[in-house]
């Protein structure tokens, strides 16, 4: 993609989404494996984004062998604030 694209200037008048198959994980998942270059760097991104989601969701297991209730709160705490930055705008395009 750099090779072919990375000397272009970027035209910043006119916004160019997402093709709508690169906009769902589940596509952007099974994408990358038949078809180009842009859903990989979407997969990339897409895993970018799930690596702190998943160090939270190991944390909260983590606490709750060692049975501490305390950081089990606060972690899931930390989850919701995640879960909430991640899934808010979204819900509000979308209503």
């Not at 989404?17 to 906009?23: A, F, M, N, Q, Y």
Request: net charge positive; hydrophobic share 50%.
């Amino acid at each position: 993609f750099l090779m072919r694209h990375g000397l272009e200037k970027p035209d910043y008048q006119t916004f160019r989404g997402l093709p709508s198959d690169l906009r769902r994980p589940a596509e952007i998942v099974t994408e990358p494996f038949g078809t180009g270059r842009g859903a990989l760097i979407q997969l990339g991104v897409l895993l970018l984004i799930g690596t702190p989601i998943a160090r939270v969701l190991f944390s909260v297991a983590a606490f709750a062998l060692q049975r501490d209730w305390l950081y089990v709160a606060l972690t899931l705490l930390v989850l919701a604030v995640l879960m909430y930055s991640l899934f808010a705008n979204h819900a509000s395009t979308h209503a």
